[in-house]
């Protein structure tokens, strides 16, 4: 049997595992090592097969005996084979990125690139857009002729693509570049996958730029990389639905909506149908600060509240494979959007103001319903991606949610 895994400095997050077993490469384990131990674990780990992530890809190319031809025009190697004690290098990377690309419909010939980063998987992302028929490729660094600081000579590029650590979780909510900098920008990839959608995808989205996350490329270089490793050409329709189902484990499902809409009724229902773990942004409230809703609210005021809200919103975003229900007023803060969009879908769960309950509510207790809705409804629908009316059963609601959500993963 043979033994597989990843090879990374932080890989406690990585979905490589969930891939590689719906892919048969098994047993795979992670093998987090720091700089100095990563060609050492190269040269006399007990594997068979390993991939090669951030920071180690130029390492593991040193490292390799024999090297493949797309490792050799890249410089760089993300796959790692053993074979008679000799390491054959492989990189899968430009695979993916080529295949994710075209699911996507992104044509880049002839048009100007540019490569945020200038890693291991930043060489992959040039030979691939080179082999596509780019135009001008600029690869921009941190320290080269390219650089940040002088990065708006570079304003007419068509594609951008992030191949920085930048904005991956933990540190959810940064961007190497501001898009609104690129009047021309046409198409915007971030090999990122965690989260689905980072800052710089947010704002594409914003923006109305089409946009692809990095997950489709992840599971299509895995594909190509599994295939190293036992031996085989599986069909490349594996990638899609391995994609989904990725997808329908670890994307969120979040539930907006005015108060007294039912929100917690119905995302308990979703959450016991699909397997997730449901969390309810007021009761996280509750058990931070240790007091009720109304204490917080006649003690401390909205605003004390607000920020106990956006920051267990914050954390809550950034987790995976959850059912969300939100406080009606949480879309009253800016700030909130981005951390419910990362990860999943959002739902609006709409009701008609007569049958909203007030109970417990303390901004619904003596408020114009109507009022309320007419200010808030703009704001629920730039939070959200699809409404749903609660009007017959919560298991009518509920069973709706799911068929978008599953619309979603299959996107």
Do not use: W
Request: proline content about 4%.
């Amino acid at each position: 049997m043979g033994k597989y895994g990843l090879l990374g400095e932080k890989l406690s997050h990585s979905l490589s595992p969930l891939i590689h077993s719906m892919l048969g490469t098994v047993p795979y384990d992670l093998f987090e090592r720091d700089r100095g131990e990563a060609v050492s674990f190269l040269k006399n780990g007990d594997f068979t097969g390993i991939n090669v992530t951030i920071p180690y890809k130029i390492d593991a190319f040193r490292a390799s005996d024999m090297l493949s031809p797309e490792a050799k025009r890249i410089g760089a190697v993300n796959t790692v084979v053993r074979r008679r004690d000799k390491l054959y290098g492989y990189n899968t990377d430009c695979f993916g990125f080529i295949y994710s690309l075209e699911k996507r419909g992104a044509d880049v010939r002839r048009k100007k690139c540019l490569v945020l980063g200038s890693g291991g998987a930043s060489k992959a992302v040039v030979a691939a857009l080179d082999m596509l028929g780019a135009g001008e490729i600029k690869v921009i660094s941190r320290s080269g002729e390219d650089n940040y600081r002088n990065i708006s000579r570079h304003g007419d590029a068509a594609i951008i693509v992030n191949a920085t650590p930048l904005g991956m979780f933990p540190d959810c909510g940064t961007s190497a570049v501001d898009l609104k900098d690129f009047p021309d920008c046409e198409f915007v990839y971030d090999l990122i996958f965690n989260p689905l959608k980072t800052k710089l995808l947010l704002d594409a989205e914003r923006l109305g730029i089409p946009f692809s996350d990095g997950l489709t490329m992840l599971v299509a270089q895995a594909k190509k990389s599994s295939d190293l490793f036992l031996g085989t050409e599986r069909d490349d329709g594996v990638i899609e639905e391995i994609c989904a189902e990725v997808r329908r484990q670890t994307a969120n499902i979040v539930i907006i909506g005015m108060p007294g809409t039912g929100k917690t009724t119905v995302g308990k229902l979703v959450a016991e149908m699909t397997g997730k773990r449901f969390v309810d942004t007021d009761r996280e409230i509750v058990r931070c600060d240790g007091r009720s809703i109304p204490e917080i609210f006649r003690r401390d005021g909205e605003e004390y509240f607000r920020n106990i809200e956006r920051d267990v919103i914050r954390d809550l975003g950034r987790g995976t494979g959850l059912v969300i229900s939100t406080g009606g007023g949480c879309v009253t803060v800016p700030e909130n959007r981005d951390p419910l969009r990362q990860n999943g879908i959002v739902i609006r769960l709409d009701r008609d103001t007569a049958k909203l309950s007030r109970q417990g509510r303390p901004l619904s207790l003596d408020a114009d319903l109507g009022k309320m809705l007419e200010i808030r409804a703009p704001l629920y629908d730039g939070f959200s991606d699809h409404t749903v009316k609660n009007e017959k059963t919560p298991l009518d609601a509920a069973e709706e949610i799911i068929s978008l959500f599953e619309r979603y993963v299959k996107k």
